[in-house]
């Protein structure tokens, strides 16, 4: 592997890291009791393949909202799911951030 992609890639690891963890954080002071109806919010690229990786992620009684842009070109995904945990959503968020093109709200 080449040196400045092994860095690239520590330092972007990292920095998911730190942000998941950052919104751990912000979720275990905001969110006191469970089960709790969690809203996730993506962007993606209007692509049936993302969108059904995206879906995929979530319970059948999720209630999942699509919104395409003007021009076509993406699409919103909004996402109301129950939740046990916060774990259960970083979990998601992670899974999500896998999935290439998919940018998380």
């Known amino acids: 592997m080449d040196y400045y992609l092994f860095i690239t890639t520590i330092f972007q690891n990292k920095m998911a890291t730190t942000s998941f963890d950052e919104l751990q954080k912000k979720l275990e002071e905001t969110i006191t009791s469970f089960p709790y109806v969690y809203l996730f919010k993506f962007i993606i690229k209007a692509d049936n393949k993302s969108m059904a990786l995206v879906e995929v992620m979530f319970d059948s009684d999720a209630e999942i909202i699509q919104k395409q842009s003007s021009k076509g070109n993406y ?11 916060v774990e259960e959503i970083i979990i998601i968020y992670k899974k999500a951030s896998e999935i290439e093109g998919v940018i998380t709200l």
């Open 75 to 85: 699409i919103s995904i909004t996402v109301k799911q129950v939740v046990l945990s």
